[in-house]
């Protein structure tokens, strides 16, 4: 039997256990680690809850209430323990997540993770420092507004038709790089030049009329429409432009001014601008009695591509120097100059959707299409084509590109500007595809090349406002021939 005394000794000699100083409806048990997932039903409801952010401007929080997002909670030093060889969390760490999640909210970062950021003293910060995005800074403004970065969810690509849905034969059509012999009208009219002669095509009839017919010395080596209305400008191998109304066959006036052929042709309200072999730009009111107003000198070798942008404020102008210009209304020397190209400069397109938006194409030595910010004076990306850069035109109707080539592939390539993806590569011309021209809807597109063909092409979506079909539609299948 026990004794006693040595019982109470024992019990004398034990020291009592440590307890906690809680409130009456709290008992020790309910501290237990096991029982504290079943204790944290509200730090739960703290941490899923939602916690919305402005994206776009500084959030400024109560004088004496920090803000989360803000503060640096890294100094608290409160992070998770490393686990334990069997894979099992380690009871501070729980805790200390819960404190940090239940404090801070559940997107504070750890101490690990916070270390990449700068050093700061202040562990609360009293407003939140929000990062402007990427496009933001671009010089076009939102959405697709750089060449080759997206900010639009990536969309399945769009199907486009890989044959043409009607070819003409175009016999005499030249295999020359440097002319521009293919425009269509406002008026969904085609003139296309033939040798010395110039051919209509409606393209709503299908008829074909003959404009003019040159002589036997002489040729056609460009064509233009006003950008309104039924008149034809006609660039001619001896360095005269004819203008024409289409409406009636008749010939209005002829100017004068180069010496050697013309090769390009631009439209700018009443002003017709003129590139030819003889280096010089000539600038033409035909309103006026003179043959030119002015005069801009700047390339070195021939003026092969004109383009005004779609304010008509500026002027493009490529030649076989390499060169790419950009003039205003009022100036004869360039007012930017780009020399990145290694090839003639044929090739160019203003976008109809961003201001100050230029794209430009260089030939077999080149192969680029190069993008330009006129506004800023900047080169903003190069796409390496792999093939001779004949013709570029944009959509009107959304922010996609075509291209047309030569040596030495001779194919068709939609492009999404967004990202310079390709959307679609078209074959069948056999020869370089120098000629390119785009119907007045914005959905259809004609090619011409050396193998005397013209094939056209659906590859545009129309207009969202348009719920009818195009009026060039699918009845005109077959092959026929222009003249």
């Not at 402005?54 to 929080?61: E, L, Q």
Request: charged letters at 20%; aromatic letters at 8%; proline letters at 5%.
């Amino acid at each position: 039997m026990d004794d006693p005394t040595i019982s109470n000794q024992r019990n004398q000699s034990a020291p009592p256990t440590p307890r906690l100083n809680l409130p009456s409806r709290m008992s020790d048990s309910s501290l237990h680690l096991e029982n504290l997932p079943s204790r944290t039903t509200h730090i739960n409801r703290m941490i899923n809850s939602t916690y919305n952010r402005s994206p776009s401007r500084t959030i400024y929080s109560d004088r004496f209430i920090p803000s989360r997002s803000g503060s640096n909670f890294a100094l608290f030093d409160i992070s998770n323990s490393p686990t334990s060889a069997e894979g099992k969390e380690d009871s501070s760490g729980t805790y200390n997540s819960l404190l940090r999640a239940a404090l801070f909210g559940p997107d504070t970062p750890n101490k690990k993770e916070s270390s990449g950021l700068p050093a700061c003293r202040n562990i609360f910060r009293y407003k939140t420092e929000t990062k402007r995005p990427l496009h933001s800074l671009s010089p076009f403004g939102l959405d697709e507004s750089v060449p080759g970065i997206s900010h639009s969810p990536v969309k399945a690509p769009r199907k486009v038709p890989r044959s043409p849905y009607k070819v003409l034969d175009a016999p005499a059509l030249q295999d020359d790089f440097y002319l521009n012999l293919v425009d269509w009208s406002s008026t969904n009219v085609l003139a296309v030049g033939l040798g010395n002669c110039v051919y209509l095509w409606n393209a709503c009839s299908s008829k074909v009329t003959k404009l003019c017919d040159l002589g036997i010395d002489d040729s056609v080596c460009s064509v233009g429409w006003a950008q309104r209305g039924t008149h034809l400008a006609v660039g001619t191998r001896n360095g005269k432009v004819q203008i024409w109304d289409a409406s009636r066959c008749r010939r209005i006036r002829t100017m004068e001014g180069h010496r050697l052929r013309i090769g390009a042709l631009a439209w700018s309200s009443s002003i017709l601008s003129s590139g030819s072999r003889d280096k010089s730009i000539l600038q033409r009111d035909i309103r006026a009695q003179d043959d030119f107003v002015s005069k801009l000198s700047g390339h070195k070798s021939e003026v092969c591509g004109l383009k005004w942008s779609y304010d008509n404020r500026e002027l493009a102008s490529g030649g076989n120097d390499n060169k790419l210009f950009v003039w205003n209304q009022h100036s004869t020397q360039p007012v930017l100059k780009y020399c990145e190209h290694t090839a003639a400069v044929k090739a160019i397109a203003w976008s109809p959707h961003l201001h100050g938006l230029l794209a430009s194409g260089g030939g077999t030595a080149d192969r680029c299409i190069r993008f330009w910010n006129t506004t800023t004076n900047t080169h903003l990306s190069c796409m390496d084509t792999g093939s001779q850069v004949c013709n570029l035109v944009w959509s009107k109707n959304v922010n996609e590109l075509v291209s047309t080539h030569g040596y030495s592939q001779n194919q068709i390539i939609v492009w999404r500007c967004s990202t310079m993806s390709k959307l679609a590569t078209l074959t069948g011309h056999t020869y370089r595809v120098l000629y390119l021209a785009i119907s007045p809807d914005g959905q259809t597109i004609v090619t011409g090349a050396g193998d005397e063909t013209l094939r056209f092409w659906n590859v545009f979506p129309s207009p969202k406002s348009q719920n009818t079909d195009s009026e060039i539609g699918a009845s005109s299948f077959g092959r026929t021939t222009i003249r």
